[in-house]
Every structure is written in C-alpha cells, then in structure tokens.
C-alpha cells in the first residue's frame, strides 16, 4: 500500500496549543508536579503504543480497529486536557467514521509528532514536588 504524500501541514504542530494544561492538571492532581509528570509519562508510552497498533491496522485495512484506538486516544487526551492530541484524535475518529484512509495516515503522522512534543515537554517539565 502507498502512504499519501504528507505536507507541511501534515507535521505542523497546532499553533497556539501548549502541549498540556497545567491549570488542568492542578485541578485534577492537585499541585504535585512529580505526579502529573509520571501521568503523563505513562500516557505517553500507553499513546505511542496505540499509535503503533493503529499504523498496523490501517496498513492492514482494518478500519475499525484504527478508530477505535483512535477513539481512546481522544477519550484519555481529553480526560488529561491534552488539547491538541485530543484534537487531533477527535478528527481521526471522524475519518474512520468516513472511511477516509488518506485521512487518518495523514492524522496518524500529526499525532506522533504532537505525541513527541508531548515527551519533549515533558523533559522540560518541573521538576520537583509541590508547585
């Protein structure tokens, strides 16, 4: 199967979203930065995980299988306030709605790289306990 051609807009980061609420995370965890890093250090791993998975499924054609991992990437971005990844997911769940697989490759290709600036944030993270 040949992979859509990918633009730049495809690999753009969606421009004015942070890659995490801080507020968001303070509302759910309380002030502890320690602990809102491992959360979203154990989504990250878990998201890159579905993402693989993903890929294989729609290389392999199976569509629902690819919006339903697509479907829980949403559901725990948006939990956690992860506006662009849940975004990005959300659109994903409609192009497989819309079996539309152009779509969703070019949507898989946005949410690693929002995935990664995810985890680049995270090393730039505060460090420490309590804000």
Do not use: W
């Amino acid at each position: 199967m040949n992979l859509p051609p990918s633009s730049d807009s495809d690999h753009a980061p969606l421009s004015g979203m942070a890659p995490y609420d801080q507020a968001r995370l303070n509302e759910m965890f309380g002030h502890d930065r320690q602990l809102h890093r491992e959360i979203l250090a154990l989504f990250v791993t878990e998201t890159f995980r579905q993402l693989d998975t993903m890929i294989d499924a729609l290389l392999l054609g199976r569509m629902t299988e690819a919006r339903m991992l697509a479907q829980e990437i949403y559901t725990d971005s948006a939990n956690l306030g992860l506006g662009q990844i849940s975004m990005l997911a959300h659109l994903a769940v409609n192009a497989g709605f819309a079996n539309d697989l152009d779509g969703q490759l070019r949507l898989h290709a946005r949410l690693m790289n929002a995935l990664d600036a995810l985890s680049t944030a995270l090393e730039d993270f505060p460090a420490g306990g309590v804000a």
